[in-house]
């Protein structure tokens, strides 16, 4: 049986064992799909980074779920970035690509600042689509009544890399209720069986923050609950420069976006929109933390 090791880090947050947890595998090369998937069961983390050689950008990264693999994963991207900067891996840069399934993307890092580390990594153009299902059967799926549900905004799929659905909620008590029957909701999400669903309210815990969210995974994922989720943090930024944003001279809007206090994962995620000749560009960034090392037989 061959031994990899696993290092865990938490990305969005500075402080161990709060934000979102990622493994990442540093010596993957020459590790199977099948093996990689086998990793990321046992391990058990929403996701499970494989940072490879590319001959398209300056690393190629592959994410796996407990029970598939994913395009893109904000958070595993974060904690694998700071990992390889951490550890030397890098070199001097500070700028680089990444290629990934939801294709080429660049990262920055604020190598010359005196603060927390940040990694910065745009991602995929925001695309959206309706959702024409039951409110109620929705509501019911992560445990509200349709009141709870924010009408005056649209409910709609989003992606920048990763496909959810975005559904408006009118309160910030209403997140402490929610308990997700994920095993329902590809029978409510007829467009996109395999979405998740990102519920959000602009009613926040943190005064300097702007949305306030939850994200329930897909049950095709293995996993209930992602604890700050990158890639919906930064398709919201695109929901709300589209739906929600009052200042449309701001270029680009900047937001923070808290998520994970109903499960002691406090997180945030900084989101910059872009508007460049009519279209959106998302820039999701975030710290995180090495929390520790383990190792998993294969």
Known sequence: MNAIKIYHYDAFSNKPNKGNPAGIVLDGENLSDDDMQKIAYKVGFNETAFPLQSNKADIRIRYFTPGHEMSLCGHATIAAIYALKTKGLLNNKCQLTIETKAGILPIRINCHSNDQLYITMKQAMPEFQAFNGSLDDLAVSIGLDSSDLETDLPILYGSTGTWTLLVPIKTLDAF???EPSNKLFPSILKEMPKASIHPFCLETYDANAQMHARHFSSPFSGTIE????????????AYYFEHINTNELSNPLNLLIEQGQEIDRDGRVKVAVRNVNGSMEIEISGPAVYVDEFNISL
């Open 176 to 178: 402490q209720r929610m």
């Open 226 to 237: 992602d604890p700050v989720t990158g890639t919906a943090s930064g398709v919201m930024g």
